[in-house]
């Protein structure tokens, strides 16, 4: 459980640093790309506090399943990685 804790702490530490970024570079421009890259690194992050409530036992992973996953659980891991591609692709659009 000791080592649980430390990942889950390393994990807080990083996401936030990284969400932190994620708004100042926001901030400062509006770009679609920026904006789904950033986006993605939110739901992320939010999706790591979504996980340690769920593993402490302050949230119910709900009854709602999709594909027999707690459909939140599904959406917290797809959605981001989505939007990280969908803002790689615009970049790349961009330099051609």
């Known amino acids: ?4 804790i430390l990942i889950w702490c390393i994990k807080l530490v990083l ?3 990284a969400a932190f970024l994620a708004i ?3 901030s400062k421009s509006r770009s679609a790309c920026w904006v789904f ?3 993605g690194i939110l739901i992320s ?5 979504y996980d340690m409530m ?3 036992g302050i949230l119910n992973a709900g009854n709602f399943l999709v594909f027999g996953i707690p459909f939140l659980t599904l959406v917290f891991t797809v ?3 989505l ?3 969908i803002s790689l692709i615009l970049i790349i659009k961009d330099l051609s």
């Open 37 to 39: 890259l950033v986006t």
């Open 24 to 26: 100042m570079v926001w």
């Open 83 to 85: 939007l990280i591609i």
């Open 79 to 81: 959605i981001p990685y």
């Open 45 to 49: 992050y939010a999706g790591i506090i």
């Open 1 to 4: 459980m000791q080592s649980q």
């Open 15 to 17: 996401g936030g640093i």
């Open 54 to 56: 769920i593993n402490l």
